[in-house]
């Protein structure tokens, strides 16, 4: 400006003095007296006018700068922009998604903890049935052997060595209370004769006797029965055992498949959940960062707005000022 109005003094000074030379009258007489100072005020004129236009180039060449940088990062600021606001929608989502399929994780975690926990107390009560049932078939099996054996030895006894009444009756004597507890001898009045007689503690038989003879036959025939209906009632109860035997281990290996799978299923889940909740901390705090990288840049981008602007409006004035002052040189 201060330029501006220095070059106004001299052209008014330049004006004064040509207007002086004119006003002589004798425009020859004038330019063989005085050219010089005519000539300079020319001159003036002249190297005012090229500063002007000089300082108006570079004066545009600047602004030209200015207004290629102005669109540049307006531009580069704006794809910024869109870029935060892309990244801001995307990880809005994804922690949205990841919320919801971590609770839902969370729920089926809980839940195949509480069948674990069933199936651990199903196989808890299985095994305390299967060895119930072991011990039952155990005792009863015992029982069944002894008897098997016993009435064994006392048929071949019987019938080989023709011990004596009393010999036969200890080895019998037990097993006899047995059937009668069992209720497997049905016999009735033969056998209970040949029962009180081998029960007697003091009866005295002779071997050579025709009616012991007579009696022994039927002794070893209630015996014989005793035996099959022993045998027969221990083969039943092993196939029993057997089934049940089956039965409780594949129970216990199906309860302990579910009880495993479970575990794996709850492990899987946890460690889902746990890189959910990894995912979901990192991506909130991008996020953050993502949100404040779009409010430095909407407002560098509002700043740099107003500051082009600005000077796009003080360029046109400036440019509109030096064409007219080019014009008046």
Known sequence: M???RSRC?????????F?????????????????????????LIKGLKDEVVGEGSKEAEMYNEF?????????SLSEDIKGNQDTIDALSADIEEDTATKASKLTEASEQKTHKEQ???????SEARCAREKAEYEASNADLSKAVS???????????????FLAIRSTVKDDLALAEALQLVDQGPKWNSV??????????????????????QDIINVLDKLLKDFSKRKSEADDDWAEIDRTCKKEKKDLGEGISKAGKAIKSLESDVDRLEGKIGSDRGTLVQTDEALKDNKMYLEDLTKMCEQRAKDWDQRSTTRADEVKSL
Do not use: R
């Open 150 to 164: 016993s009435l064994s030895s006392a048929i071949n006894a019987m019938e080989e060595s023709k011990p004596s």
């Open 2 to 4: 201060m330029a501006w």
């Open 9 to 17: 003094l001299l052209l008014l000074l330049a004006a004064g003095a």
């Open 19 to 43: 207007a002086a030379v004119a006003a002589s009258g004798d425009s020859e007489a004038v330019a063989a007296k005085s050219p010089t100072p005519l000539k300079k005020v020319i001159d």
């Open 195 to 216: 029962k009180a007689a081998l029960l007697q503690e003091d009866s005295k038989v002779d071997p050579q006797n025709s009616e012991f003879k007579y009696h022994s």
């Open 67 to 75: 207004a290629c940088f102005c669109k540049s990062k307006t531009t």
């Open 119 to 125: 199936l651990t107390k199903d196989l808890q009560e």
